[in-house]
């Protein structure tokens, strides 16, 4: 081909003709030959979103001193009790 006196765009034109896109490294960035270029750029942004909101509710879910007061009291001395009186049954 290169005999014949085509430059390097032309050999290259002919085999996708001849062969398809599929002989090229990569497709070529139009149409829907996007879709491999810009996916993954995609997803990660995607998957970047997820991961901050996940983290955004772990941080918002921890409880502050208040609620762990309020936990605690709501543990009786009836309760206490109640458990010690149980341990003793079954130990």
Same mark, same amino acid.
């Given at each position: 081909m290169l005999e014949q006196g085509m430059n390097k $765009?032309?050999?290259?034109d002919h085999l996708v003709q001849k062969y &398809?896109? !599929?002989? =090229?490294a990569a497709p070529a960035? *139009? $149409?829907?030959?996007?879709?491999?270029?810009?996916?993954? &750029? @995609?997803?990660? %942004?995607? $998957? $970047? %979103?997820? %991961?901050? @909101?996940?983290?955004? !509710?772990?941080v918002k879910k921890k409880p502050n001193d208040s609620e762990e007061e309020s936990r605690s009291q709501a543990f009786t #001395?009836?309760?206490?009790? #109640?458990?010690? *009186?149980? =341990?003793k049954n079954w130990l």
């Open positions: $765009g032309q050999v290259i &398809g896109e !599929r002989i =090229l960035a *139009e $149409g829907l030959h996007l879709i491999p270029w810009l996916l993954p &750029g @995609i997803v990660m %942004v995607l $998957g $970047g %979103v997820l %991961v901050a @909101i996940l983290i955004y !509710r772990w #001395k009836e309760d206490e009790l #109640k458990v010690q *009186e149980e =341990l």
